[in-house]
């Protein structure tokens, strides 16, 4: 009887940093920019920036979607997100058929 495990791809995630002066403007480019967009908060930190002024900091992330649109590029404090590079290609583990999003471990015969 031949038993078969599977194991679902890992979700892949794009980050996206945000800086603004006060939290209003922060408030405010996050409704108006990003939250029709699928960009869920996921911190928001007060601290110095290189100047040493006071500053608000939102971290974002959503679910990667290759082609996806790129966001509304705003203002210049806020960067944008990384670009994505294809992985080295890798060799496949014994046992493992790493084709589509689903994966099933294979028999290997003894």
Do not use: C, H
Not at 23 to 32: I, S
Not at 50 to 71: C, N, Q
């Amino acid at each position: 009887m031949a038993k078969t495990a599977t194991i679902q791809a890992q979700q892949k995630w794009e980050y996206l940093t945000l800086t603004r002066k006060t939290d209003t403007f922060l408030v405010d480019e996050l409704n108006q920019l990003f939250g029709q967009q699928g960009w869920e908060l996921v911190s928001v930190i007060r601290d110095k920036d290189r100047k040493g002024e006071m500053v608000w900091t939102a971290f974002l992330k959503r679910p990667f979607a290759p082609g996806a649109a790129a966001p509304p590029a705003p203002s210049a404090t806020a960067a944008a997100p990384r670009e994505k590079t294809p992985a080295e290609p890798t060799t496949q583990a014994p046992g493992f058929d790493l084709e589509g999003d689903e994966f099933k471990i294979k028999e290997e015969p003894s």
